[in-house]
């Protein structure tokens, strides 16, 4: 509720505003009733044409003003609400960069697009409850006063009938939040697990899984649809009852007034007053129903938007850095990585690897020292802007691809060609219209996959950083142009700490120093063509390197 209570302090004169807007119009709703009333009475009734068509006029103009009003206020809240929604996102998406790589370790991937995709919205339709809801209580108040003119027993029948509506759909909205909140948190756990099918099909494939996983995911999908279809019957009776007792409302105010008009305690008038004041009442009571019903699933929302808000990086002191280039040695696997040296990283379990460079970045909690301090105690901001773990699945923004790869703004066009050169990337400059100032799509979906990978790489290389840790940074180019990026980034690199994680014998070979993990442990280092000799683990682990087709394109090639 807090949350939500600062969407609307964020905006508080354009709530305010709706507010006000929004009383005006139900208000002014109520006051035809009354004008018809004496059309009716001191026109018709009683023969007099003047007084009958000065009435009319009123209605006339109460009609255009209520129209006008009605316009301003569905268009205040309209801004009120994309306000709010991209006001959650900015604070959403700010934190999810500011958390960086802690946040998939966190919170699956399923639950961040939930939130980002539904509940921001959702929490944004709260705020319905700041316009016409403050307006339905107001103008609900002001018809009871108008009732209690006319007769005082219409009017109890009216203000009873706010507590009834309470009794009945309060519980459900109750029901609607528990069963919501379970709801939505399986759509999260769904969604990330169709994420990761997607992104490890192929793999699933190979090893003859992808049935097994088809199978759990249909299951998990068919309890998911039995929640939906609870949820969806619980807001199938709010909806209805929205509907349906305002017209209970009515038919019983009607049936009474007539019963009075009948017996002539009220004027025909005044009984097609009431009428219009009954139908006038099912407008906001039908506002008080829908504002709690979006404050129902507002606040499953913004309950889960905290807790995303509520991840935090990893704690750490904010102590001083090295004040130059300085080793990293990490005492779980034993491996220390020489400063201005290119060393090359081969690990029999992958995984081994890739928590490897998460303890040398400091994406995880370790004992790694740096330049013999402890990388914990080190500032985050300082370790990020000095160690970078190029990711070779990072995302692309759209953009020229001189915007793309240009990481700093202080990158020369000498440096942008020396980059996209040692990337091998000089082939993506030629074929897009225009070369550099060439249009990069979303994602790079309009590049190959290896294309995408040596742009990456190329971004990489203007970071520029102290330590560079490069994760398979050719795994999807053929073996020709993954030789020339072996050649070309040992020299670019020259005089720079790079640490290459990869199985490629090309890369291992330009390397000054290959350390090979077993088990997580570092079990031989040295030169990649003395290990071949004289290490059979390596050996095995390269030659079935080197022995499988080398990407899509060499496949391709050898089909042709």
Known sequence: MRYLWWLVRSQWPRALRGSVVGTAWMIGLAVRPWLIARAIDDGLRAGDTRALLTWVGAIIVAGVVVAWLGIMRHRTMTFLREDA?????????????????????RVP??????VCGTDVSQASW?????????????????????????????????????????????????????????????????????????????????????????????????????????VGSIMSWVQALTVGIPALFLAAIVWLSARMAAEGQITVGEMVAVYGYAAILSVPVWFLLEGGFMTVRGLVAARRIIAVLRVQPDAGAAGPAPHGPADLHDPQSGLTVPVGRMIGVAAEDPAAAIALADRLARYVSSEVSWGGLPIAGVDPAEIRARILVADHDSYLFPGTLREVLRTRHDVTDAQLAAAVHTASADDIVESLPGGLDGQIEARGSNLSGGQRQRVRL??????????LILVDPTSAVDSHTEARIADRLHEHRTGRTTV????????????????????????AAGRHD?????????????ARDAAEPESDAARVGALR
């Not at 991937?109 to 939930?114: H, L, R």
């Not at 009834?164 to 399986?186: C, F, I, M, S, W």
């Not at 992104?199 to 003859?208: D, K, M, P, S």
């Not at 994680?501 to 997580?520: E, K, N, Q, W």
Request: net charge neutral; hydrophobic share 50%.
């Open 85 to 105: 929604t991209a006001r959650s996102s900015q604070v959403v998406l700010h934190h999810i960069a500011r958390l960086g790589a802690v946040l998939p370790r």
């Open 109 to 114: 991937a399923g639950e961040i697009a939930t």
């Open 500 to 523: 290459v994680i990869a199985t490629s014998p090309l890369l291992l070979d330009r390397t000054d120093l290959v350390a090979f993990l077993r088990d997580g442990q570092v079990a």
């Open 458 to 467: 190329a971004q990489h290389l203007l970071a520029e950083p102290d330590v």
């Open 126 to 230: 709260a705020l319905t409850m700041t316009g016409p809801g403050v307006g339905a209580v107001l103008a609900y108040a002001t018809a009871s006063v108008v009732l209690w003119s006319v007769d005082p027993m219409l009017a109890l029948f009216v203000l009873l009938g706010v507590p009834v509506v309470v009794l009945v759909v309060g519980p459900l909205l109750n029901r609607l939040q528990g069963v919501d909140t379970g709801y939505r948190h399986e759509l999260g756990i769904l969604t990330s697990r169709a994420g990761d099918i997607v992104a490890g099909l192929r793999v699933l494939a190979g090893v003859g899984g992808r049935d097994l996983f088809a199978r759990r995911y249909a299951a998990r999908s068919q309890s998911l649809l039995q929640q939906g279809y609870r």
């Open 530 to 542: 003395e290990l071949l000799e004289t290490e059979p683990g390596y050996r095995a682990l390269v």
